[in-house]
């Protein structure tokens, strides 16, 4: 029912901000990935929404990309994942970094997500399989087979999505594993 709002960012108080449209006050919850940027107070801002009816609430949920809404709402689908559940996943992973570990069916990443236990992570991963589109599914971090091992391997060592992430750019694209791991490895030491 409402699908964009655009007007003034009157308060912010994570993981809710107060957008002022036309003199009325929307209360929106956001994931922390759209928190972080947003403008500062008094300036003006442009949200897209999701509007959920409850028995005993009306609430609305913002985004600024279409990516972040679209995958809110293929969460939401999913038998168990409420709204809440679908924000708290948004703000744990990016919508890259989601699609990435369900392509590459890594539970471990969901599971650093609070409230997202061993099973659940294990019914995401199943149930987004092949629904996050193309462009998103396969991410321009992970271009090939060795590039997924090499990724693998930097997760495994400690080293987190965005070290790894940086590192696996970094590499030529047809770099073998064991030397891409080497290569990563040198360029993360420094």
Not at 93 to 98: C, K, M
Not at 157 to 170: C, P, Q, T
Request: neutral net charge.
């Amino acid at each position: 029912m409402i699908g964009r709002l655009t007007g003034t960012l009157a308060e912010k108080s994570p993981p809710q901000v107060l957008v002022d449209v036309g003199g009325v006050g929307y209360e929106v919850d956001v994931p922390m990935s759209s928190f972080y940027n947003l403008p500062g107070l008094g300036e003006r801002v442009t949200l897209l929404t999701h509007f959920v009816v409850r028995e005993d609430a009306q609430l609305l949920y913002g985004f600024l990309t279409h990516d972040e809404r679209a995958t809110f709402r293929q969460l939401v689908r999913i038998s168990g994942v409420g709204p809440r559940t679908a924000l708290a996943i948004l703000s744990g992973l990016s919508v890259a970094e989601l699609a990435q570990a369900v392509s590459l069916q890594e539970s471990g990443r969901l599971v650093k997500v609070p409230g997202i236990g061993k099973k659940t992570a294990e019914r995401l991963l199943l149930e987004l399989k092949g629904k996050l589109g193309d462009a998103l599914a396969a991410p321009a971090s992970v271009g090939s087979d060795a590039q997924a091992d090499i990724l693998q391997a930097l997760l495994a060592l400690g080293y987190n999505d965005r070290e790894a992430s940086a590192a696996l750019k970094a590499l030529p694209r047809d770099i073998g594993v064991s030397d891409g791991i080497k290569a990563a490895l040198k360029a993360l030491a420094r």
